[in-house]
């Protein structure tokens, strides 16, 4: 073999392994990449169910998103430790993306959801498939100097299967009110219960004299607050009537059937997140 064969022969070879390197390195990033969680921690309570990724291919902006797949039924979250201070009011936010999301046993709270680890405090949770959209959890931090904020696919009193990504997350501190005495209620009164139960349709109204009696109570209510309290404490109520119906209705073992936020959230998102309240309360009729 001649010198020229030789070094062309080295040139060829040290190619080879040059694209081999970065091919190497390629995928090495990208495993990072998929596997870098940036300081939150991968919680779940059936070990091993589920899947934590970063996706790059499903993202509601350019970087990576979180996501929790769980063929099975568990809980599972991505949390982090956020340092607080105490009696404080904080706000969380993010994008969530879900795939057939499906709580254990119909179990209201529970499917893809912002939540504080090892205490009940949550956002809504969302269920089935549903695109991108933006939820919150509003807490105070009370005697706390430290939370776990978790991502979570599943809830504090139950567990879901399916896939959810989180993206964008924000969190923001709030002032407390000095004046705190006189406390804001917002009622919505929905119109029209429109359910399915057990494959049976069942509709209901409720009428003039239904309105006029809650008003009333309310009326009542807002009288008693402060008199009771000697002043100490004052209330204002926002009435709302919902004309569209209410079609869906969670279920509980020891109770039966009720309202839950998921299932009024899309009604009255809009007016609450404009009102500052402080309660709400949700009305409506579930037997003739």
């Given at each position: 073999m001649s010198k020229r064969?030789?070094?062309?022969?080295?040139?060829?070879?040290?190619?080879?392994?040059?694209?081999?390197l970065l091919v190497l390195l390629y995928f090495a990033y990208q495993y990072y990449q998929s596997n870098n969680f940036n300081d939150f921690v991968r919680s779940e309570t059936n070990l091993y169910?589920?899947?934590?990724?970063?996706?790059?291919?499903?993202?509601?902006?350019?970087?990576?998103?979180?996501?929790?797949?769980?063929p099975n039924y568990n809980?599972?979250?991505?949390?982090?430790t956020v340092q607080v201070e105490k009696n404080t009011p904080y706000k969380v936010t993010c994008m969530v993306k879900t795939s057939d999301v499906e709580a254990q046993d119909m179990q209201s709270g529970v499917g893809a959801?912002?939540?504080?680890?090892?205490?009940?405090?949550?956002?809504?949770?969302?269920?089935?498939?549903q695109d991108w959209q933006k939820i919150e959890l509003i807490f105070n931090s009370k005697n706390?100097?430290?939370v776990n904020i978790g991502f979570r696919l599943g809830g504090y009193l139950g567990q879901a299967k399916g896939e959810?990504?989180?993206?964008?997350?924000?969190?923001?501190?709030?002032?407390?009110?000095?004046?705190?005495?006189?406390?804001?209620?917002?009622?919505?009164?929905?119109?029209?219960t429109d359910v399915t139960v057990n494959g049976r349709r069942i509709q209901l109204n409720v009428t003039q004299n239904d309105i006029y009696d809650i008003k009333?109570?309310?009326n009542r209510f807002q009288s008693s607050c402060e008199e009771l309290s000697e002043g100490k404490m004052t209330a204002d109520i926002d009435v709302y009537q919902v004309?569209?119906?209410?079609?869906?209705?969670?279920?509980?073992?020891?109770?039966?059937?009720?309202?839950s936020a998921e299932d009024v959230e899309n009604q009255i998102k809009d007016t609450v997140s404009q009102g500052d309240y402080d309660h709400i309360f949700i009305v409506l009729r579930l037997r003739r």
């Amino acid at each position: 073999m001649s010198k020229r064969q030789k070094t062309l022969k080295s040139r060829i070879a040290y190619f080879i392994t040059l694209i081999i390197l970065l091919v190497l390195l390629y995928f090495a990033y990208q495993y990072y990449q998929s596997n870098n969680f940036n300081d939150f921690v991968r919680s779940e309570t059936n070990l091993y169910t589920s899947n934590f990724k970063r996706d790059s291919e499903i993202k509601y902006s350019n970087t990576r998103s979180y996501k929790i797949e769980s063929p099975n039924y568990n809980d599972a979250m991505f949390y982090k430790t956020v340092q607080v201070e105490k009696n404080t009011p904080y706000k969380v936010t993010c994008m969530v993306k879900t795939s057939d999301v499906e709580a254990q046993d119909m179990q209201s709270g529970v499917g893809a959801q912002i939540s504080i680890e090892g205490a009940t405090e949550r956002s809504v949770a969302i269920s089935g498939t549903q695109d991108w959209q933006k939820i919150e959890l509003i807490f105070n931090s009370k005697n706390r100097e430290e939370v776990n904020i978790g991502f979570r696919l599943g809830g504090y009193l139950g567990q879901a299967k399916g896939e959810a990504w989180f993206s964008d997350f924000t969190i923001e501190e709030g002032t407390a009110s000095k004046n705190d005495n006189n406390w804001k209620f917002a009622c919505f009164i929905f119109e029209t219960t429109d359910v399915t139960v057990n494959g049976r349709r069942i509709q209901l109204n409720v009428t003039q004299n239904d309105i006029y009696d809650i008003k009333n109570t309310l009326n009542r209510f807002q009288s008693s607050c402060e008199e009771l309290s000697e002043g100490k404490m004052t209330a204002d109520i926002d009435v709302y009537q919902v004309e569209e119906p209410l079609t869906k209705l969670s279920y509980d073992n020891e109770f039966g059937y009720f309202a839950s936020a998921e299932d009024v959230e899309n009604q009255i998102k809009d007016t609450v997140s404009q009102g500052d309240y402080d309660h709400i309360f949700i009305v409506l009729r579930l037997r003739r």
